[in-house]
């Protein structure tokens, strides 16, 4: 059965019609065109696919584009202003929290559902955040490191020390 | 000014932070079909028949093709690219891999058919109406049954299920070392079945161009080339030419996505026959059943040592699981990637290595970041422990007692590797100081005090990387040469685009490639482009794997860079009125010698491009292509240090401390370098205390088959990581480079296993087979605790 859902996506209005089982990561990726939410699994385990519904993060393949029937839904494509790169966005890249960039997105997207709930979290405290988010690449070292300087970015601190001291090219 | 050495932050990480990278499943052609793949839910089981006429005709579904269909159109089986020769000299046996099953599954996984339908959601349920009728067989998963008499034979042309009885080494200088050692040491030991687990899943689409008779693959590979040859002319026949293979974005690959898979042939066949491009992308439970697995062995390994506790020989045994085809690399696995690392750091005089591989009904095996490395470094930093333990020695004393000396390089293993340079003291040296080995006896009474098990373990390696020599691996049975290409194209007004064979699917090649060609031709990094993964693109190169692609992918772009500069050479001679030979090159100028008068390289390109004022004997244009066969394998090595804590009452176990101290060579990234390091580190972490491949011994059915079943390392499981290097110049190649991708994965399953073994000591315990969950420690604890209770 085909329905219409409404819905705002990264700020703007959009209309699409779905089936009862659409999930909502596919709305994004295939008939919104948003490739950036990814799909790591089929258990709901891995949070590649996660996006904001109502500043809220939420795993976009536990939810039925149904369900987001006029919430506002932020994905990461949504996350930078214009050009420039939101602090946390830039902190992954500073400390080189992302090699292969798959689970990239919803890592961002879980950084910034924990700062906006937690804003000077501890080392523990972030690694106990991602619990629901799998990434292959980096150890998670790094990811920790950016979250940190993100979280400070954003309560208006200066960034503590970068481990790389890494450089602009 | 140069950023080699620079920590220069990633020019590809804009796009990926922001969703604007291109991965296989966010390509959509248009006018789209979507495969959905049936998989056999039999371990072994014969295909009795197979009825596909009522999904035929289910809404959207545009056609269902079996194995028969395609062996009946000429498709060929997925071909291997090893011959690996037995001990008696007779050829490894191959049977066929067609890419859908005929007649026979011979795994959990094993595609039997494909549904293609308008919608995916349409050949899914299709895929419902699809009858098989199969008959169930006995089967066998695990590599030491399998060799038994009595076991199910998983090819019936196969006996004994035994692909091949390999050896190396002398038998009869370890035999004599044996029978004069004042200790033998022995250990039997598994290496744990792991499944390399990308984060992106795997995806293929196939399209085929009526107008031209071309077709184009996208799919998530780490060597395209290969891709397209394998497939091309082996399973699909068709001639290179009209055949295009894409590799964008790759999500990760540790060696998984270097395997010509079923998939890529099907999707492209079906687009040929249907003429409308074909999706496919694989849901992670099908990847667990469709990847290739790694590791899998079971070892019996003896040490011998003298009465100073110097190594005199090492003799090894290993049965290592093959699954139930052939992958691509895998008959190299066990083998020539293992065997030959058996030297490790030390100056064992005779080794001998045998290894059986034995087919199962599982899914295929091949290599897995490390790929035989790990399994080597985990066998002879284990049995060294164990012989530090029986003879009193403290481990790193042992270690230091036996190591080759800084100044023995080059050194002839008796395994058939040349070690060209390491100084494995220095990183030994490195990293105890830096985890403070000296201080753990005071930890670990402290630990005590607070009823925890505290201990410490070391471990050292040393891997082959670079891969590879081709002559050599050629003589030793790869039907492939392994070197490297990159083509060079500097721009009329300067700015260059690189072309390289190297593969990127997570290593940051468009900057670290990018720091290495601003370098040499003394250029602004934004002017450089790198391009990969794309065979209309790049010239036929290897792609990327066995931590090669700075070392044999970066020299081959310093030759192509060799190349524009003596070409330009000529040209700015020529325009500045003197001789060749006068000419110099330095810093993105062509000045002649000693003098202020010179040519920058976008003037000598803009004059190659418009030759008005021109070497009469020179062709215009700047644009050269290199080739880079390596002569040797490089030789990273390094030593890490674990330390942990276990808590007796639960198995509970934590990573307290996690020290490397790597030699890598020279460094141009080191920001990267560290990435590549924390990443290896993790997966070998997790190979030791989370991850195994489960399956069922009575039906043969993957009990580990989702992330609810296997345990990926998540953050609050790992550590963080104190990292060093060391550099000792690999010796032939013009960066000194030696690769860093794989060694935290082969070091670190030996040295935390090591730490189990030390803190669960007290207790007598001289083993624990990975992964070392809680579970197992706590039965390991248990079982070791009640004779003291009964006490």
Known sequence: MQKTVSLTVNGRPVSATVEGRTLLVQLLREQLGLTGTHVGCDTSQCGACVVHVDGEAVKSCTLLALQAEGRSVLTIEGVATGDTLHPMQEAFRNNHALQCGFCTPGMVMSALDLVKNNPNPTEREVREYLEGNLCRCTGYHTIVLAILEGAAVMRGEAPPANVHGAAAE | ?791
Request: hydrophobic share 40%; with cysteine; net charge negative.
């Open chain 2, 1 to 791: 000014m140069t950023t080699v050495g620079a920590p220069v932050r990633r020019r590809e990480d804009y796009r990926f932070l922001t969703g604007q990278g291109t991965y296989t499943d966010d390509i959509n052609r248009p006018n789209q079909l979507y495969a959905y793949i049936l998989r056999s839910p039999h371990a072994h089981a014969r295909i009795d028949g197979i009825d596909s006429a009522a999904a035929a005709k289910a809404p959207g579904v545009v056609a269902v093709f079996t194995g028969k269909d395609m062996a009946a159109d000429g498709v060929g089986g997925l071909p291997c690219g090893w011959l690996v020769h037995s001990k008696d000299g007779s050829p490894m046996k191959e049977p066929p891999h067609p890419p859908l099953a005929i007649d026979r599954v011979r795994h959990v996984g094993d595609p039997v058919a494909v549904v293609i339908g308008e919608t995916l959601a349409q050949a899914r349920e299709a895929a419902d109406l699809v009858e098989i009728d199969y008959g169930e067989e006995p089967a066998v998963v695990d590599p030491a049954e399998a060799l038994k008499p009595t076991a199910p034979l998983v090819f019936s042309d196969v006996p004994g299920n035994l692909c091949y009885d390999w050896s190396l080494g002398d038998l009869a200088a370890v035999d004599a070392a044996f029978a004069r050692a004042a200790r033998i040491v022995k250990l039997d030991l598994v290496n744990n079945r792991l499944v390399p687990n990308a984060m992106e899943p795997r995806a293929a689409i196939g399209e085929f161009y009526r107008a031209t008779g071309e077709y184009t693959l996208f799919t998530t590979s780490q060597n395209p080339h290969v891709i397209r040859l394998l497939m091309g002319a082996f399973v699909l026949h068709i001639p290179e030419a009209k055949l295009r293979v894409v590799a964008p974005d790759v999500g990760g690959g540790f060696g998984s996505k270097i395997y010509h898979y079923a998939e890529e042939a099907i999707v492209t066949w079906a687009a040929g026959k249907l003429r409308r491009p074909v999706k496919w992308t694989a849901e992670r439970s099908e990847s667990f059943m469709s990847d290739a697995h790694g590791r899998d062995h079971v070892t019996h390994v003896e040490l011998a040592l003298d009465a100073d506790a110097k190594f005199l020989a090492l003799k090894v045994s290993t049965i290592a699981n093959m699954g139930a085809y052939l992958s691509t690399f895998a008959p190299c696995i066990p083998t020539y990637l293992y065997g030959t690392l058996l030297a490790g750091t030390y100056p064992t005089p005779a080794i001998y290595v045998e290894t059986k591989a034995v087919f199962t009904h599982t899914v295929p095996v091949d290599a897995y970041r490390g790929a035989g490395r790990p399994e080597a470094t985990f066998l002879l930093e284990r049995i060294v422990d164990l012989a530090a333990d029986e003879l009193g020695i403290d481990p790193a004393e042992l270690r230091r007692r036996n190591f080759i000396p800084a100044d023995a390089f080059p050194y002839q293993t008796p395994v058939a590797l040349q070690y060209d340079s390491g100084d494995y003291q220095t990183t030994l040296e490195m990293a105890t100081s830096a985890a403070d080995y000296a201080g753990c006896e005071e930890r670990r009474r402290a630990a005590m005090a607070r009823g925890k098990l505290r201990g410490i373990g070391i471990a050292t390696y040393i891997e082959a990387c670079g891969i590879a020599p081709s002559a050599v691996v050629g003589s030793l049975g790869a039907r492939a040469g392994l070197y490297e290409s990159a083509a060079i194209r500097v721009h009329p007004t300067g700015s260059v685009t690189v072309m390289t064979g190297s593969h990127s699917h997570g290593q940051g090649h468009e900057t670290t490639f990018s720091q290495l060609v601003a370098d040499r031709l003394g250029i602004p990094i934004e002017n450089v482009e790198i391009v990969h993964g794309d065979t209309a693109k790049i010239p036929y190169g290897m792609g990327t794997n066995g931590s090669r692609s700075l070392a044999v992918g970066g020299t081959a772009i310093v030759k192509a860079m060799d190349k524009v500069i003596a070409k330009g050479k000529k040209i700015a001679a020529h325009l500045l009125e003197a001789a060749e030979a006068d000419i110099e090159f330095a810093d993105g100028k062509f000045t002649v010698a000693g003098t202020d008068r010179s040519k920058t390289l976008g003037e000598v390109a803009l004059t190659a491009y418009v030759p008005h004022n021109y070497p009469e004997d020179l062709e215009p244009g700047l644009d050269e292509t290199a080739f880079y066969d390596p002569k040797n394998f490089t030789f990273p090595s390094g030593a890490y240090v674990a330390e942990v804590e276990i808590d007796p009452e639960t198995g509970r176990l934590e990573i307290v401390n996690f020290t490397a101290a790597d030699d890598f060579g020279n460094i141009i990234n080191p920001m990267i370098v560290a990435g590549q390091v924390h990443g290896g580190l993790a997966q070998g972490i997790g190979q030791a205390v989370l991850e195994g491949c489960v399956y069922d011994k009575a039906t043969g059915q993957l009990l580990t088959g989702s992330y609810n079943d296997y345990a990926m390392p998540r953050a609050d499981d790992l550590p963080s990581f104190r990292l060093s290097t060391h550099a000792t110049p690999c010796t032939h190649n013009p960066l000194g480079v030696k690769g860093c991708g794989e060694a935290g994965a082969i070091g670190a399953p030996a040295a935390l296993t090591n730490a189990i073994v030390d803190a669960l000591r007290p207790l007598g315990v001289r083993h624990v087979d990975m992964p070392a969950t809680p579970e197992k420690l706590w039965r390991v604890i248990q079982q070791h605790r009640s004779p003291l209770a009964a006490e």
